[in-house]
């Protein structure tokens, strides 16, 4: 597979899951599973503790226990450890946090993982998606990719396509590369998929062109890097269109082990994950895990020459 080169920064091969003992924390695990299957990837299964508790460390170790709950948490995470392939590098560690988000983006920035998996709770107006608090303050304030499982995800891996949802808002530079540099890592097709709304109809007439859309939503040089992997056959273009997101990407036809990534909002800070509106209602519909990517995450400027930030799981 080969595209034009744009800037992105060497990737660390990490992936943390955020796991609680639950059937949403499995969900999870099974997607850190499938995102490693086949790669040179290390999964980190983190688990909260109170911020009173002054255990924390990585597990299983050999020394005793302080408290019945550092007891507890330890044999989920022996429990957690135990489901996991032979073949995949993996360790689990308690960290200590009176917030289980703030605790979590602060241990993938530590570790400086290039993803955030966590999961769905059972229920909830979104479907196969019911974000929780912790969930959803990381979708409003993670630093890092945060990968979100669908309820009862059992996918075993490895992952079969990466697809793209981009319009003309901002954060479309971030998921065209991601989207680019993650489909060549793993050496499986891309799917640029461009969203078209009614309520946009000066933009269908561009949105219908996608490597057209690629240019003007996000830049040229990830526009030629698109028309490069097309013409060579490793990435294929989709328009959705619709008079909102739920009735424009129900046509869409999805593959077992295929991974979707969308843009953070307008309202995202620099560095900082923001799941807007067009994106929540993308959870409603999409069955597949969903990547959210920070603002600027990887920033792929035509003149400059600056170091860009990003990676790829």
């Given at each position: 597979?080969?595209?034009?080169?744009?800037?992105r920064?060497?990737?660390?091969?990490?992936?943390?899951?955020g796991?609680?003992?639950?059937?949403?924390?499995?969900?999870?695990?099974?997607?850190?599973?499938?995102?490693?299957?086949?790669?040179?990837?290390?999964?980190?299964?983190?688990?909260?503790?109170?911020?009173?508790n002054?255990?924390?460390?990585?597990?299983?170790?050999?020394?005793?226990?302080?408290?019945?709950?550092?007891?507890?948490?330890?044999?989920?995470?022996?429990?957690?450890?135990?489901?996991?392939?032979?073949?995949?590098?993996?360790?689990?560690?308690?960290?200590?946090?009176?917030?289980?988000?703030?605790?979590?983006?602060?241990?993938?920035?530590?570790?400086?993982?290039?993803?955030l998996?966590?999961?769905?709770?059972?229920?909830?107006?979104?479907?196969?998606?019911?974000?929780?608090?912790?969930?959803?303050?990381?979708?409003?304030?993670?630093?890092?990719?945060?990968?979100?499982?669908?309820?009862?995800?059992?996918?075993?891996?490895?992952?079969?396509?990466?697809?793209?949802?981009?319009?003309?808002?901002?954060?479309?530079?971030?998921?065209?590369?991601?989207?680019?540099?993650?489909a060549?890592?793993?050496?499986?097709?891309?799917?640029?998929?461009?969203?078209?709304l009614?309520?946009?109809?000066?933009?269908?007439?561009?949105?219908?062109?996608?490597?057209?859309?690629?240019?003007?939503y996000?830049?040229?040089?990830?526009?030629?890097?698109?028309?490069?992997?097309?013409?060579?056959?490793?990435?294929?273009?989709?328009v959705?269109?619709?008079?909102?997101?739920?009735?424009?990407?129900?046509?869409?036809?999805?593959?077992?082990g295929?991974?979707?990534?969308?843009?953070?909002?307008?309202?995202?800070?620099?560095?900082?994950?923001?799941?807007g509106?067009?994106?929540?209602?993308?959870?409603?519909?999409?069955?597949?895990p969903?990547?959210v990517?920070?603002?600027?995450?990887?920033?792929?400027?035509?003149?400059?020459?600056?170091?860009?930030?990003?990676?790829?799981?």
């Amino acid at each position: 597979m080969s595209a034009e080169s744009f800037q992105r920064r060497e990737t660390q091969g990490t992936i943390v899951i955020g796991y609680v003992a639950t059937e949403c924390g499995m969900d999870a695990l099974r997607l850190g599973i499938a995102l490693a299957r086949g790669r040179d990837i290390k999964l980190e299964i983190v688990m909260v503790a109170p911020a009173h508790n002054s255990f924390s460390g990585t597990y299983p170790h050999d020394r005793g226990y302080d408290s019945i709950l550092e007891e507890q948490i330890a044999r989920w995470l022996e429990e957690a450890l135990s489901r996991v392939p032979e073949s995949i590098k993996c360790t689990a560690r308690i960290v200590p946090g009176e917030s289980e988000a703030s605790a979590l983006n602060a241990t993938a920035v530590e570790l400086n993982a290039d993803l955030l998996v966590v999961g769905a709770r059972k229920g909830g107006i979104f479907g196969r998606f019911q974000m929780g608090a912790a969930v959803n303050m990381l979708l409003h304030s993670a630093a890092v990719p945060v990968a979100l499982a669908p309820r009862g995800y059992q996918y075993p891996g490895p992952i079969s396509r990466v697809t793209t949802c981009f319009g003309p808002r901002p954060g479309t530079s971030d998921v065209i590369a991601i989207g680019i540099d993650r489909a060549q890592r793993r050496e499986v097709p891309l799917r640029l998929v461009s969203l078209v709304l009614s309520k946009e109809s000066d933009m269908q007439g561009l949105g219908t062109d996608v490597p057209s859309a690629v240019d003007a939503y996000a830049n040229r040089r990830l526009g030629t890097a698109a028309k490069n992997l097309v013409a060579t056959g490793y990435a294929s273009t989709t328009v959705a269109s619709g008079k909102d997101v739920e009735s424009a990407l129900s046509s869409l036809e999805w593959q077992e082990g295929e991974i979707a990534v969308v843009g953070s909002s307008r309202m995202a800070v620099p560095g900082r994950l923001f799941l807007g509106s067009t994106a929540a209602r993308m959870l409603r519909t999409i069955p597949v895990p969903m990547v959210v990517v920070p603002a600027g995450y990887m920033r792929t400027d035509d003149e400059s020459s600056k170091t860009t930030q990003g990676g790829g799981e």
